[in-house]
């Protein structure tokens, strides 16, 4: 950790949610996305064939490029549109995905939008369906987070919401530091470097003293040139970067609950979620 970019591999691999809280991430294996991907594309042929043998009958009579138009049209609506479409309503979930207790969300831990959606049937229609799935089984055996290619092309991963979440428990501000940080400039921390400070914070109980003061020395010269103003001078290293990482999650979480009250007031609710 003695180079400016060292926080990455102290903070590992988690999953780094919108108010910068260290997630120990719930990915879906393998065998579920496979589970999953399994029954959306048995569908997916299911209403392809259901529909093209439909269009037959009714077209009857129809020339040969009208009914390859009409195929085309059918499969691109099947294979992207609709998937995308059902991912951006429901905020990540199909029925495959729904059956297994998954959900497709970014790599920050936010739902994905219509942009991400779209990105990963379009790949899907490459790497499932036209090369039977094998790019995709051995992405996701590959990638520690098993993205499949379009996860990766997207920004996205799918978390399975059956498994328990485990939060590291959030800092506090000391009173002395309280008016310095409410003031401060912590918009420029790095998201990684945030993750990275909470778990030395929630670790340092069980270091060594001198382990524990060295990454607190180290963790401080990192963080404070993305700080406006510095602190005060006198204070503890971990003093000083437990209430820069408390109030970036305190903005933040004003941050999202603004965003998650007007996400709530143009966006239909999770039709697949149960009432009440």
């Not at 059902?86 to 936010?110: F, M, N, Q, S, W």
């Not at 929630?202 to 401080?220: I, Q």
């Not at 965003?259 to 609710?269: H, I, Q």
Request: glycine residues 10%; aromatic residues 4%.
């Amino acid at each position: 950790m003695s180079d400016p970019g060292g926080y990455r591999s102290y903070a590992g691999d988690d999953l780094v949610t919108g108010e910068g809280v260290a997630v120990e991430v719930p990915a879906a294996s393998v065998a579920a996305r496979m589970a999953s991907g399994l029954i959306d594309v048995v569908l997916a042929l299911t209403l392809l064939i259901g529909g093209i043998i439909a269009f037959g009958l009714a077209l009857g009579d129809a020339s040969d490029a009208m009914v390859g138009i009409v195929g085309i049209a059918w499969s691109t609506i099947v294979i992207v549109v609709l998937p995308a479409t059902l991912e951006t309503v429901t905020r990540g979930r199909t029925l495959g995905k729904l059956a297994l207790g998954l959900r497709v969300v970014r790599d920050d831990g936010g739902p994905i939008t219509a942009r991400h959606a779209v990105v990963r049937a379009l790949v899907a229609y490459v790497e499932v369906y036209i090369l039977t799935g094998v790019p995709a089984l051995l992405a996701a055996m590959i990638h520690p987070r098993g993205k499949r290619l379009g996860d990766m092309a997207a920004g996205t991963m799918v978390v399975s919401q059956r498994a328990r979440l485990r939060l590291t428990a959030p800092p506090m501000v000391h009173p002395s530091l309280q008016q310095w940080a409410a003031g401060a400039d912590v918009a420029a921390l790095p998201s990684g470097l945030t993750v990275a400070v909470r778990q030395f914070l929630s670790r340092a109980p069980s270091l060594s003293p001198e382990s524990r003061h060295r990454l607190g020395v180290e963790l401080l010269h990192t963080t404070l040139p993305h700080v406006s103003p510095p602190p005060p001078a006198g204070h503890h290293p971990e003093v000083v970067l437990a209430a820069v990482v408390a109030e970036r999650r305190r903005r933040d979480l004003e941050r999202l609950w603004r965003e998650e009250r007007l996400r709530a007031r143009v966006l239909p609710s999770d039709p697949l979620l149960p009432r009440g």
